[in-house]
């Protein structure tokens, strides 16, 4: 079964400070995806990396980046964290391509 | 921009009944794929059933089936035979290059 994993269920962080969110997946997919979910929004696709050192900006990259040094990791980074980044944050792989994406359990992010 | 539309926040259905969920899309694509994919309280978001937009046949999982009008860019999904482990969040998705298009979500009610 592939397995993706976030490193933290729960994160509460200050305004302002910097924070690293990590996702590992064990199936050497070729792509992986960072969604941030928000009740009545659905999911929205922060950044998604479809190699190592690749990456592209999805429909809200502002306030983020990304690094993807090695093909099972794929960081989410927020340089300076605002209130308004609270939210729960989704990490998925997927084989190549278009295909199936295998989610993360996600990580519920509170910026006080 | 590519959208994903389910107009129903929430859905309700009794045990052993059936129930549709829609879902419509429109994309630029002549080559995509649609997902229905399941979240449960608390749990990670796995794949229902996918359809290739190239295959006229509908897709079918069990007691999941699609109702797919390309046309129409329709995708509706159907649960028979509902059961209290269906009760969750729905959310439709079509390709868009590598990455998925999300819906805003249906939540299912399953009641005794």
């Known amino acids: 079964d592939v397995k993706v994993t976030q490193s933290s269920r729960y994160l509460v962080k200050r305004t302002g400070e910097k924070v690293f969110l990590e996702c590992v997946q064990d199936m050497d997919h070729e792509n992986m995806f960072w969604y941030r979910q928000d009740p009545g929004l659905g999911l929205r696709l922060i950044y998604f990396s479809y190699d190592v050192k690749m990456k592209e900006k999805g429909d809200i990259p502002e306030g983020y980046s990304v690094s993807r040094e090695k093909k099972e990791r794929f960081s989410l980074i927020l340089e300076s964290a605002s209130t308004n980044q609270t939210s729960m944050y989704l990490c998925?792989?997927?084989?190549?391509?278009?295909?199936?994406?295998?989610f993360g359990p996600g990580t519920r992010l509170t910026v006080l | 921009a590519q959208t994903v539309t389910q107009s129903q926040p929430e859905m309700s259905v009794q045990e052993a009944e059936t129930v549709t969920l829609s879902c419509t899309y429109d994309?630029?694509?002549?080559?995509?794929?649609l997902f229905w994919y399941k979240q449960p309280p608390s749990r990670q978001m796995i794949l229902v059933i996918r359809q290739e937009a190239y295959k006229q046949q509908n897709a079918t999982e069990n007691r999941f089936s699609v109702n797919f009008q390309k046309a129409a860019k329709s995708f509706s999904l159907k649960i028979s035979d509902s059961q209290l482990g269906d009760a969750a969040m729905y959310f439709c998705?079509?390709?868009?290059?590598?990455?998925?298009?999300f819906g805003k979500g249906t939540s299912l009610l399953v009641t005794p």
């Open positions: 994309t630029s694509e002549s080559d995509y794929y």
């Open positions: 998925a792989s997927s084989l190549r391509g278009v295909g199936e994406q295998f």
């Open positions: 998705a079509s390709s868009s290059g590598y990455a998925l298009n």
